[in-house]
């Protein structure tokens, strides 16, 4: 028995993936039996993978919604509480985080909801967003999940891209 961390261990978008490509690939053997809905199969696995990816991008969201709210409404009584969310949202996300899945996390829809979630949670408490707010997410991905997140960086960072347009 192998006792190595197999792909589906480590990286199970990758794992996926190549797992329905494989499917595909017998799928298309006239030799194999054809009561094996080998397309299907192949779609469910690959769903697998998007499932995750879609995960860690609503944990993403959250991290970034609650900064909003937390950088728009520093002094509304629900600050602490955002601030723990922050903490708690991101660690998630970086330990559900694979490499792998940079490239397939759709930054510009994370963004973008992320602002429509925070407006609706100020919008609550009677506050707003910071106005003038740029299209795309001004913290970098890498930053973004971190290991050792910093608040109070991502916080500035938020703030002063407002500051500069």
Not at 85 to 112: C, G, H
Not at 128 to 140: V, Y
Request: proline share 5%; net charge negative.
């Amino acid at each position: 028995m192998d006792d190595r961390p197999s792909l589906y261990d480590d990286d199970i978008v990758t794992w996926a993936e190549e797992q329905a490509a494989a499917l595909r690939a017998l799928g298309t053997r006239g030799d194999l039996s054809n009561a094996v809905d080998w397309e299907n199969i192949a779609e469910e696995i690959e769903s697998v993978g998007r499932s995750h990816i879609r995960a860690v991008e609503g944990l993403l969201i959250q991290t970034l919604a609650h900064l909003l709210k937390r950088v728009s409404a520093p002094l509304a009584p629900a600050s602490l509480h955002w601030r723990e969310e922050i903490a708690t949202f991101q660690a998630t996300a970086w330990n559900a985080y694979e490499a792998s899945m940079r490239q397939r996390l759709n930054w510009d829809r994370i963004w973008k909801v992320s602002l429509t979630a925070a407006e609706a949670g100020l919008g609550a408490y009677g506050n707003e967003l910071l106005p003038g707010l740029p299209k795309a997410c001004p913290i970098d991905p890498p930053d973004l999940l971190a290991e050792r997140f910093d608040i109070d960086r991502a916080l500035r960072t938020l703030a002063s891209s407002v500051a500069r347009r």
